[in-house]
């Protein structure tokens, strides 16, 4: 069974950093685009920056100059570091990715459970 795990949320203080890390596990061939979205309370998820098999990266308007998102192939795992946090980019943030499973075709779509973000003096 594939899954995604997220660690690394918690509570921050505006200004302060943030680093989260997403794992890729189970049985699977390969992993493509990865993806790091977010939810905060009320409103719809977003998307807050992806990255390709090759590192071609995109960015939310809102997390430009302050987010990087990077991944690991070798180890299939992707980060999301956070920098100069600002109370509106609490959310909880969800890992997507899509992965190849060895029982399936083709790739499939898969989310994390999610990781808290607050950020609050």
């Known amino acids: 069974q594939v899954q995604l795990v997220e660690s690394g949320g918690g509570l921050v203080q505006p200004g302060g950093s943030l680093t989260l890390s997403c794992a890729a596990s189970?049985?699977?061939?390969?992993?493509?685009?990865m993806g790091w979205y977010r939810q905060a309370p009320g409103k719809q998820r977003e998307v807050v920056a992806t990255?390709?098999?090759?590192?071609?990266?995109n960015y939310a308007d809102s997390v430009k100059g302050r987010f990087t998102i990077s991944r690991d192939n070798a180890a299939n795992t992707m980060s999301l570091q956070m920098n100069n946090l600002k109370p509106e980019d609490t959310a909880v943030y969800f890992c997507?990715?899509?992965?190849?499973?060895?029982?399936?075709?083709?790739?499939?779509?898969?989310w994390g459970q999610g990781t808290q973000v607050t950020v609050s003096s």
């Open positions: 997507n990715a899509d992965i190849r499973p060895r029982d399936a075709p083709r790739r499939q779509d898969y």
């Open positions: 189970g049985s699977f061939f390969n992993v493509g685009r």
């Open positions: 990255i390709t098999t090759s590192g071609v990266t």
